[in-house]
Protein backbone atom coordinates (compact mmCIF):
# COMPACT_ATOMS: atom_id res chain seq x y z
CA UNK A 1 0.00 0.00 0.00
CA UNK A 2 1.19 3.31 -0.68
CA UNK A 3 0.47 6.60 0.93
CA UNK A 4 0.35 10.22 -0.17
CA UNK A 5 0.04 12.48 2.09
CA UNK A 6 -0.55 16.38 2.26
CA UNK A 7 -1.70 16.59 -1.83
CA UNK A 8 -4.23 19.24 -1.49
CA UNK A 9 -5.10 19.28 -5.50
CA UNK A 10 -5.74 15.80 -4.82
CA UNK A 11 -8.71 16.31 -2.30
CA UNK A 12 -11.50 15.02 -4.58
CA UNK A 13 -14.80 13.78 -3.07
CA UNK A 14 -14.76 10.33 -5.07
CA UNK A 15 -11.68 7.76 -5.84
CA UNK A 16 -9.75 8.21 -8.90
CA UNK A 17 -7.26 6.21 -10.85
CA UNK A 18 -3.74 6.56 -12.01
CA UNK A 19 -1.51 4.03 -14.26
CA UNK A 20 1.66 2.60 -11.94
CA UNK A 21 4.72 2.36 -13.39
CA UNK A 22 4.44 -1.30 -12.89
CA UNK A 23 1.11 -2.26 -13.83
CA UNK A 24 -2.60 -1.40 -14.85
CA UNK A 25 -4.48 1.27 -13.33
CA UNK A 26 -4.82 1.57 -9.82
CA UNK A 27 -7.74 2.82 -7.58
CA UNK A 28 -7.23 5.74 -4.89
CA UNK A 29 -9.44 7.53 -2.16
CA UNK A 30 -8.82 10.82 -0.89
CA UNK A 31 -7.59 10.50 3.46
CA UNK A 32 -8.79 12.73 6.35
CA UNK A 33 -10.01 16.00 5.41
CA UNK A 34 -8.80 15.95 1.85
CA UNK A 35 -4.94 16.08 2.61
CA UNK A 36 -4.04 13.28 0.81
CA UNK A 37 -4.84 9.51 -0.81
CA UNK A 38 -4.14 6.10 0.09
CA UNK A 39 -3.09 3.92 -2.89
CA UNK A 40 -3.21 -0.01 -3.04
CA UNK A 41 -0.47 -1.15 -4.86
CA UNK A 42 2.20 -3.51 -5.95
CA UNK A 43 4.51 -0.62 -5.45
CA UNK A 44 7.53 -1.22 -2.89
CA UNK A 45 7.31 1.81 -0.90
CA UNK A 46 4.98 4.88 0.63
CA UNK A 47 5.68 7.97 0.09
CA UNK A 48 3.98 11.60 1.89
CA UNK A 49 4.18 15.33 0.24
CA UNK A 50 3.33 18.55 1.98
CA UNK A 51 1.75 21.35 0.48
CA UNK A 52 3.07 24.73 1.45
CA UNK A 53 1.75 27.75 1.12
CA UNK A 54 2.26 28.90 -2.28
CA UNK A 55 0.24 25.29 -3.57
CA UNK A 56 3.11 24.13 -4.13
CA UNK A 57 2.93 19.91 -3.32
CA UNK A 58 6.67 18.71 -2.73
CA UNK A 59 7.70 14.80 -2.14
CA UNK A 60 8.47 15.18 1.95
CA UNK A 61 10.25 11.15 1.93
CA UNK A 62 9.23 8.15 0.79
CA UNK A 63 10.05 4.76 3.19
CA UNK A 64 10.84 1.37 1.01
CA UNK A 65 9.59 -1.59 1.76
CA UNK A 66 12.62 -2.14 4.33
CA UNK A 67 11.75 0.52 6.42
CA UNK A 68 14.63 2.89 4.60
CA UNK A 69 13.50 6.25 4.91
CA UNK A 70 14.49 8.81 2.31
CA UNK A 71 13.33 12.34 3.30
CA UNK A 72 13.55 15.83 0.83
CA UNK A 73 13.74 19.45 1.68
CA UNK A 74 13.22 22.58 -0.90
CA UNK A 75 14.15 25.79 -0.95
CA UNK A 76 12.49 28.79 -0.93
CA UNK A 77 11.94 28.39 -5.03
CA UNK A 78 10.91 24.80 -4.90
CA UNK A 79 14.01 23.09 -5.90
CA UNK A 80 15.27 20.40 -4.32
CA UNK A 81 17.81 21.50 -1.76
CA UNK A 82 18.78 17.99 -0.08
CA UNK A 83 18.11 13.97 -0.13
CA UNK A 84 18.74 11.81 2.69
CA UNK A 85 22.15 10.34 2.39
CA UNK A 86 24.24 13.45 2.38
CA UNK A 87 23.11 14.70 -1.01
CA UNK A 88 22.95 18.70 -2.03
CA UNK A 89 21.68 20.20 -4.88
CA UNK A 90 22.40 23.70 -6.09
CA UNK A 91 20.90 25.99 -8.18
CA UNK A 92 21.24 29.17 -10.08
CA UNK A 93 18.82 32.75 -10.15
CA UNK A 94 17.38 30.67 -12.97
CA UNK A 95 16.43 27.61 -11.24
CA UNK A 96 19.12 25.49 -13.54
CA UNK A 97 20.41 22.62 -11.33
CA UNK A 98 24.41 23.77 -11.48
CA UNK A 99 25.59 21.11 -8.61
CA UNK A 100 24.76 17.80 -7.30
CA UNK A 101 27.11 16.81 -4.66
CA UNK A 102 27.30 13.75 -2.11
CA UNK A 103 28.96 14.13 1.43
CA UNK A 104 30.17 17.40 -0.14
CA UNK A 105 32.05 15.76 -3.10
CA UNK A 106 30.74 16.65 -6.85
CA UNK A 107 28.68 13.89 -8.33
CA UNK A 108 27.55 15.96 -11.08
CA UNK A 109 28.46 20.14 -12.57
CA UNK A 110 26.11 21.36 -15.25
CA UNK A 111 27.37 24.37 -17.60
CA UNK A 112 24.54 26.28 -19.19
CA UNK A 113 23.80 28.27 -22.68
CA UNK A 114 22.22 31.94 -22.20
CA UNK A 115 18.89 30.60 -23.16
CA UNK A 116 19.15 28.46 -20.22
CA UNK A 117 19.87 24.90 -22.07
CA UNK A 118 21.99 22.50 -20.31
CA UNK A 119 25.26 22.00 -22.77
CA UNK A 120 27.90 20.52 -20.57
CA UNK A 121 28.06 18.14 -18.43
CA UNK A 122 31.04 17.21 -15.64
CA UNK A 123 30.85 14.31 -13.73
CA UNK A 124 32.15 13.61 -10.22
CA UNK A 125 34.93 15.39 -8.79
CA UNK A 126 38.29 14.36 -10.03
CA UNK A 127 37.15 11.55 -12.57
CA UNK A 128 37.53 13.48 -15.41
CA UNK A 129 33.78 12.85 -17.03
CA UNK A 130 32.42 14.98 -19.10
CA UNK A 131 29.89 15.20 -22.17
CA UNK A 132 29.37 18.75 -24.02
CA UNK A 133 26.46 19.20 -26.48
CA UNK A 134 25.58 20.76 -29.38
CA UNK A 135 21.57 22.36 -29.14
CA UNK A 136 19.37 24.46 -31.84
CA UNK A 137 16.35 25.66 -30.30
CA UNK A 138 15.32 23.05 -27.72
CA UNK A 139 16.92 20.32 -29.68
CA UNK A 140 20.08 18.42 -28.81
CA UNK A 141 22.02 17.57 -32.41
CA UNK A 142 25.18 16.28 -31.48
CA UNK A 143 27.31 15.03 -27.69
CA UNK A 144 30.65 14.07 -27.27
CA UNK A 145 31.82 12.86 -24.04
CA UNK A 146 35.18 12.45 -22.29
CA UNK A 147 35.93 9.12 -23.75
CA UNK A 148 35.39 10.43 -27.40
CA UNK A 149 31.81 8.52 -27.71
CA UNK A 150 29.29 10.57 -30.17
CA UNK A 151 25.67 11.01 -30.12
CA UNK A 152 24.01 12.08 -33.46
CA UNK A 153 20.30 12.98 -32.55
CA UNK A 154 18.05 13.29 -35.88
Known amino acids: ?16 EFDTFDGPFEAWETGPLGRGATVPSS ?18 AV ?19 TKTGGWDYDWNFENLM ?8 QQQ ?4 DGLGRRVKVD ?8 TVSIVSGL ?16
Open 63 to 81: ISIDDTLTSFTYDANGNLD
Open 109 to 112: AYTY
Open 139 to 154: DVLFEKDNAGAITKYV
Open 123 to 130: GAAGSGAW
Open 43 to 60: ASSAMSADSEPKGRSELA
Open 98 to 105: TLAKQNGA
Open 1 to 16: MMMLVGLEEWAFAQPR
